[in-house]
């Protein structure tokens, strides 16, 4: 990790800024760079919980490799396909301005790289620092296949924070004691739910807990005293995740590439596709201390109810006196998987640093209710019909439950003006209004299929409210809009009320993310301008809901002029 030399910026810090501005343009042309890899994706032998298992890798690493630039910086990565699969990479929130072709979302915007074949993502990373990753988006790969994107400020430019002494990747995942495909393809074949996970993991490897593990589990050296920035990602395929480290209070500074006020606390929540980033000051008695991860679970269904650890390790405590064993770890508190308290709490407590530019006047107001549901079946006792009361699991946004072509791409067809593919009459509100978190009508339980998209013009303010339902079970949606950062301006529990609670929207400083969740039996409001022109998956990061249908995507009209259009696609673009 290459140091930087940095100090405090607090928001007065911005004005001073201003002074600068021509000159840091100016630089940043200087210094940008750009950055050269090749990513092989094949299957290696992995071995975790006593088994050796045909794992599909990048570059023989799992995690992948980690990548790390610069704001201004380009990547070119030549993704090269030796695995069996088809496979694509998505780069999870980069903005990927007028550029959807490096977004990656098999039969979004790409076909899928077949086997034996390449394709090389280009693009620029435009006004963004901090923590982002990159992942497999195509079926259930992402299992394996994801690695760290870190993006520092330009030469120059400060933290806005006091600069720790080191920076360490926490890159929390899920393992599974098989070909994870093979999960999936069942659960698609029956109709129910997928196996859950054997295991958690951090930086690959399950901890002391599980067994075969223990050797291998993951440790983080530091020196008493010192202030160490933990950049911590979910990558799991399918569980948000309490996280905390033994006896060590942690301090919030960034989510999802995006800077907040700083505050401190004893644990964090994240679901799949956030990223958090905290400082660590190891201000304890030199010690050996556990970091670790399990389950918040906000579904009435069965979850992986085991725990990931890693070690905390002060260089001073590497061996105890008693015969040069190590010493035993200090574990911390957790909270339980069903604290949803605790969860709110800390996602409340989130803020940007300052004021920030958030639509006031709304263009488009879309309010989408997300949540489960069945398809009914005329042959219970089918062996594909092994859902609840012999139905099929589905997953929906105002009663549509998304399919994704398999011909070409949405954004293949839409650029090349092919007919048929998709619609763009998606539902702005349910097509029924029901009392979204009580008790509701089975007759409302089954969605309709279809490829239908959401409509937007350049440049229009657009606020969406993500309802969750009591369809089958409440849970914790993780919701992703692939191209957008968006700001976090409102949530609750219970139906949103339209006339009442946007007069508590915070207008001022609300978090900046990629990745947002519906409280349990709640609504969550999101704002944003749709000035990035192209068609943009929006989705749950929980991977078993996108095969079964909770899904849509955001085609955004071209402006005025080049720097309003979508950019060519590039020559070597997958063909299906």
Known sequence: MEPHVLSAKPCTFYLFSCILLIFAFLASFASAAIHYHEFVIEAKPVKRLCRTHSTITVNGQYPGPTLEVRDGDTLVIKAINKARYNVTLHWHGVRQLRNPWADGPEYVTQCPIQPGRSYTYQFTIQNQEGTLWWHAHSKWLRATVYGALIIYPKLGSPYPFPMPKREM??????????????????????GGAPNVSDAYTINGQPGDLYRCSSKETAIYPVEAGETILLRIINSALNQELYFGVANHKLTVVAV???????????VIMI????????????????ARYYMAAHAYNT??????NTTTTAILEYESAHYSAKGG?????????????NDTATATAFTAQLRSPCKVKVPIEIDESL????????????NKNSPRCQGPNGTRFAASINNVSFVFPRSTSLMQAYYQGQPGVFTTDFPPVPPIQFDYTGNVSRGLWQPVKGTKLVKLKFG???????????????????????????YVVGSGFGNFDPKNDPAKFNLVDPPRRNTIGTPPGGWVAI???????????????????????LATALLVENGVGKLQTVQPPPLDLPQC
């Open 460 to 486: 229009s303010k657009v606020q969406i409210v993500f309802q969750d339902t009591s369809i089958v079970t409440v849970e914790d949606h993780p919701m992703h809009i692939h191209g957008y950062d968006f």
């Open 325 to 337: 064993k190590y010493l035993k770890p200090i574990f911390p508190q957790l909270p339980g998987f």
């Open 169 to 190: 990747p926490v890159i929390l995942g899920e393992w599974w004691d098989r070909n994870p495909l093979d999960v999936l393809k069942l659960a698609l074949f029956t």
């Open 299 to 304: 579904a009435n269904a069965a979850f992986d």
């Open 527 to 549: 704002r944003f301008v749709a000035d990035n022109p192209g068609i943009w998956l929006l989705h749950c990061h929980l991977d078993t809901h996108l095969p079964w249908g």
């Open 271 to 286: 679901a799949p596709g956030q990223t958090t980033d905290v400082l660590l000051t190891a201000d304890q008695p030199p």
């Open 367 to 378: 309010f989408f209710t997300v949540g489960l549901g069945l398809i009914n079946c005329k």
């Open 256 to 266: 999802d590439a995006s800077y907040t006020k700083p505050f401190t606390t004893n």
